[in-house]
């Protein structure tokens, strides 16, 4: 059972910046494919990027966003730069045992998920 713990939500003013860090236990990290979702209240689950053989993101947070892993210390990360009101939500980290080319964006496909960190950005 693969278990993942967000860290490096919070509140942070528009322009800022915040990176947030998954960190994986239980499971080999390095075979899972992962991504970063978030969900404001009402919504769904968006895919926000994703990172298995290749990277992907979401239109609105290219250039902005980058997600990168640390296979070695089982860890997914977030930077998010120039960050916007738009962007508030709480943001999950999400692994799926069925690693393609490309990072899925169906929340459905994931296999596990965090428990969610919170962004805030707010003047």
């Known amino acids: 059972q693969v278990q993942l713990v967000e860290f490096g939500g919070g509140l942070v003013q528009p322009g800022g910046s915040l990176r947030l860090s998954c960190a994986a236990s239980?499971?080999?990290?390095?075979?899972?494919?992962m991504a970063w979702f978030r969900q404001t209240p009402g919504k769904e689950r968006e895919f926000v990027a994703g990172?298995?053989?290749?990277?992907y993101y979401l239109d609105s947070v290219k250039g902005r966003f980058a997600i990168s892993r640390d296979n070695a210390k089982n860890t997914v990360y977030l930077q998010m730069n120039s960050l916007r009101p738009d962007d508030t939500a709480v943001f999950y980290c999400?692994?799926?045992?069925?690693?393609?080319?490309?990072?899925?964006?169906?929340?459905?496909?994931?296999?596990?998920w965090g428990q969610g960190t919170r962004v805030t950005v707010s003047s």
């Open positions: 999400a692994a799926d045992e069925d690693r393609q080319l490309v990072p899925s964006i169906r929340s459905y496909d994931y296999d596990y």
């Open positions: 239980g499971g080999t990290f390095s075979r899972y494919a």
């Open positions: 990172i298995s053989r290749t990277t």
